[in-house]
């Protein structure tokens, strides 16, 4: 994620995964945090649908964090 534009496209896919209560995105680290009921893959599912990269291999499993939600290619805007 490079941009604002980047931000919004991901947490309004996240906020649109079922049983995602609030969705927390910073832009600097390239998190991406939830909460709520819906399951890890759900919300990694949904970020990579958007078009961006989803690392889960460094955040612990308790954790709904996704860090580093890059896009793939660049930014967003072009």
Known sequence: ????HCVSTVQAAVGSVPGVSAVKVDLPSGTVTSTGTA???SVAQAIS????DVDNESSPPADQGLPRAGQSGGCCCG
């Open 39 to 41: 399951s890890r893959d």
């Open 49 to 52: 649908q958007a078009g961006y």
């Open 1 to 4: 994620m490079t941009c604002g």
